[in-house]
């Protein structure tokens, strides 16, 4: 169910009681935005709380003041993202942004958005937004765990392409053999010495033999097979 469904569900004789009984218990950055004068409405407790400013000053922010809560690199893709909101009926994820709270610390947090009120053109007036604090370092190490096993993925798979003899010509290269070498090593023809290595290369979808050879170097295919 989209939130334009459940709508009814968030009428105004319900919402005092969603705001004092749900959002005001949730440990996240929640806020009603009236995009089109950029002001903060509603917050949540947890909001108030982290920004340690009272809900009077809060509430009755500039735009401008606000706007200094978010961090100067981030605040014109934030203001973006508000005029955006205007003509977007859809959920509306704004990424990661860097926010100032209480003693002038700097956080990172991911935000996003949904439409909450239109004015009478149509277009969203009000959007409830949603963040979460984020460890951007934690974050940065488990995209790079899930980037390093996707590419392992791939290379089980680009290596299960290779046939034994393709496996052999690839552990030479990176021993350094050229392909004369290659060939007298393996009792073949110079010419398919090197029709061996541009296939191969082209199978991997690597760009050169020094990237074959950090290729295989990186997914254990150098086992150094060449005679003493």
């Given at each position: 169910m989209t939130f334009q469904e459940s709508y009814p569900f968030f009428?105004?004789?319900?919402?005092?009681?969603?705001?004092?009984?749900?959002?005001?218990?949730?440990?996240?950055?929640i806020c009603i935005i009236d995009i089109e004068n950029l002001k903060i409405i509603w917050a949540n407790r947890y909001f108030i709380n982290k920004m340690g400013v009272s809900s009077t000053v809060l509430l009755n922010m500039t735009a401008?003041?606000?706007?200094?809560?978010?961090?100067?690199?981030?605040?014109?893709?934030?203001?973006?993202?508000?005029?955006?909101?205007?003509?977007?009926d859809s959920n509306?994820?704004?990424g990661l942004f860097k926010?100032?709270?209480?003693?002038?610390?700097?956080?990172?947090?991911?935000?996003?958005?949904?439409?909450?009120?239109?004015?009478?053109?149509?277009?969203?007036?009000?959007?409830l937004t949603f963040a979460t604090e984020v460890?951007?370092?934690?974050?940065?190490?488990?995209?790079?765990t899930i980037n390093n096993k996707d590419k392992a993925t791939n290379a089980a798979g680009l290596i299960k392409l290779l046939s034994e003899r393709e496996k052999t010509v690839i552990e030479l290269i990176t021993d350094g053999y050229s392909d004369k070498r290659?060939?007298?090593?393996?009792?073949?023809?110079?010419?398919?010495?090197?029709?061996?290595?541009?296939?191969?290369i082209h199978?991997?979808?690597l760009r050169n033999s020094s990237a074959l050879i950090k290729y295989a170097v990186e997914n254990g295919l150098y086992k150094n097979v060449s005679p003493a």
């Open positions: 009428a105004v004789e319900n919402m005092n009681y969603i705001m004092s009984r749900v959002l005001n218990k949730i440990n996240a950055f401008d003041e606000l706007l200094l809560y978010i961090h100067p690199d981030y605040r014109e893709i934030a203001i973006d993202g508000f005029r955006n909101s205007e003509n977007n509306s994820p704004y926010v100032r709270i209480k003693c002038d610390n700097w956080i990172w947090v991911l935000t996003t958005c949904i439409s909450f009120e239109k004015n009478c053109q149509g277009q969203t007036s009000k959007i460890d951007i370092c934690q974050l940065y190490k488990q995209i790079s290659v060939s007298a090593f393996l009792g073949i023809s110079i010419h398919t010495a090197k029709t061996h290595r541009k296939r191969i199978k991997m979808g």
